[in-house]
């Protein structure tokens, strides 16, 4: 079957870095996604991957290793606001959008 | 980017009525949107693609005459949920998809946070 493995939660300090792991098993691999998603509120895009490597978008990068079927989101320089729920997808074969469950993360001063 | 409206943002209704949820793209037109529905603490769970023009797909499980699609437009898809219980409650989030360089990026309304008593 397919799946889409993330950690539930993750604590982080304001100023830190954090790495948001997710691996993938799909049918078929046609890229992978993080979104960002506010309580209460729709996710909004954070970085696209279909090729091996990192991809730098300001203070977030996002991480694919197609072989390992592996990426992280890493995010630098935290600020209070960037605690959100953070969601992994990938898209498989039919170009449909696989979801992880999210990861919390929660920012402490 | 682009912008997706949904109306209403928030409903609350007795059980075995129904409600209607609207779609919009507001500055593009989208022939395909996508229904989700997201219960606390857990990922978005695709409810059915809505085509339009056509009839929708719904995802193995969804109970296509209790979750009725209407895709009358290019800009506009709607969701009735039909004969709601308590256990529909949840927050329905709609999206369409935008071509991006290599891959369609998604852009998600507002959502709507159904509660049925």
């Known amino acids: 079957g397919q799946n889409i493995d993330q950690p539930t939660e993750m604590t982080a300090t304001e100023g830190a870095i954090v790495q948001i792991n997710c691996t993938y098993q799909?049918?078929?691999?046609?890229?992978l996604f993080w979104y960002q998603q506010h309580a209460g509120e729709a996710p909004t895009f954070l970085s696209y991957n279909v090729l091996d490597g990192l991809e730098e978008k300001g203070r977030f990068s996002s991480f694919l290793s197609r072989s390992k079927g592996y990426s992280y989101l890493l995010l630098k320089e935290l600020q209070m606001k960037d605690s959100a729920s953070y969601l992994c997808?990938?898209?498989?074969?039919?170009?449909?959008?696989?979801w992880g469950a999210g990861t919390k993360l929660i920012i402490k001063p | 980017g682009a912008v997706v409206s949904q109306h209403p943002s928030r409903v609350i209704c007795k059980s075995g009525t129904s409600v209607k949820i609207e779609c919009r793209s507001l500055d593009f037109q989208a022939t395909t949107m996508f229904w989700y529905r997201q219960f606390p603490k857990q990922s978005l769970m695709l409810m059915a693609t809505?085509?339009?023009?056509?009839?929708?797909?719904?995802e193995q499980g969804v109970e296509k005459d209790k979750f009725l699609i209407n895709h009358a437009s290019l800009t506009l898809s709607t969701l009735t949920v039909t004969s709601a219980h308590p256990e529909d409650s949840s927050f329905y989030i709609c999206?369409?998809?935008?071509?991006?360089?290599?891959?369609?990026?998604?852009?998600f309304g507002p959502g709507t946070r159904l509660t049925v008593l």
């Open positions: 997808a990938a898209l498989d074969s039919n170009y449909q959008l696989i």
């Open positions: 999206s369409a998809p935008v071509a991006g360089v290599g891959y369609n990026e998604q852009f």
């Open positions: 809505s085509n339009e023009g056509s009839k929708a797909t719904y």
């Open positions: 799909t049918s078929g691999f046609n890229g």
